[in-house]
């Protein structure tokens, strides 16, 4: 059972460069999430999905950008990596039936800690 | 605006005693859900308890258990019989009632359990 996995598990990018964040989930999950925890902080929303082809933004957006081409897959990109993106990212999903039904945890993959130099 | 506050950065407990983690949490909401999170050094996000709000019993999984004041705002982590497999940060988290479903962080609680 593997949930959701998330690949690579490190990276680091010289300022500048592009990368791609792999994520995808095996549960048939609607909405997903991409969230950064920086060093000692909580999680806070990059972008989310609630379904495929329909993505948003959450608090921290700018320097990110996503697709969702696929049910299972939920790929995040940098287009230009700077110092400031030095982060754990985390990808997680969840099942929701409509709009204010929130009981269902979300699941988590094991993050990919990015350092940018 | 939903904010969740965890005032205590850092805890320690000895082994096999009980430890209360706090936390507190704004919303204009009648019925939401609560959630404890732990991350252990190996940074996976682990799922350790559930609190629905129109729910007035308290939600106990094995050794955790919570305290949830609904009125207060308040929403506190009780780990009974700490063991070394129990240090990590945890992460109080409020899930938001619109349509993102995304959840609400606190800063989290570091806690040691010491042998």
């Known amino acids: 059972n593997a949930g959701v996995t998330q690949t690579p598990k490190f990276r680091i990018l010289k300022i500048g460069q592009s990368m791609t964040l792999q994520c995808t989930q095996d549960?048939?999950?609607?909405?997903m999430y991409w969230y950064r925890q920086d060093p000692g902080m909580g999680l806070k929303l990059i972008y989310y999905?609630?379904?495929?082809?329909?993505?948003d933004k959450g608090e921290v957006p700018n320097g990110y950008n996503v697709s969702r081409s696929t049910t299972e897959d939920f790929p995040l990109r940098l287009e230009l990596a700077a110092p400031s993106q030095t982060s754990v990212y985390f990808c997680?999903?969840?099942?929701?039936?409509?709009?204010?039904?929130?009981?269902?945890?979300?699941?988590f993959g094991d993050g990919t800690r990015l350092s940018i130099l | 605006a939903q904010t969740v506050t965890q005032s205590q950065p850092e805890m320690s407990v000895q082994e096999a005693e009980t430890v209360t983690l706090s936390c507190t949490y704004d919303?204009?909401?009648?019925?939401?859900?609560l959630f404890w999170y732990k991350q252990p050094p190996s940074r996976q996000m682990i799922l350790v308890i559930r609190?629905?709000?129109?729910?007035?019993q308290n939600a106990t999984e094995n050794r955790f258990s919570v305290n949830f004041q609904k009125a207060a705002k308040s929403f506190s982590l009780k780990i009974s019989d700490s063991q070394l497999g129990d240090t990590a940060m945890y992460f109080c988290?409020?899930?938001?009632?619109?349509?993102?479903?995304?959840?609400?962080f606190g800063q989290g609680t570091t806690l040691q359990v010491k042998p």
């Open positions: 997680a999903s969840s099942y929701r039936v409509q709009r204010g039904s929130n009981n269902q945890p979300q699941h």
């Open positions: 549960m048939n999950h609607n909405y």
């Open positions: 999905s609630v379904g495929a082809g329909i993505t």
């Open positions: 919303t204009s909401e009648s019925n939401y859900y």
């Open positions: 609190q629905e709000a129109y729910k007035q």
């Open positions: 988290a409020f899930i938001d009632s619109g349509n993102t479903g995304k959840l609400i």
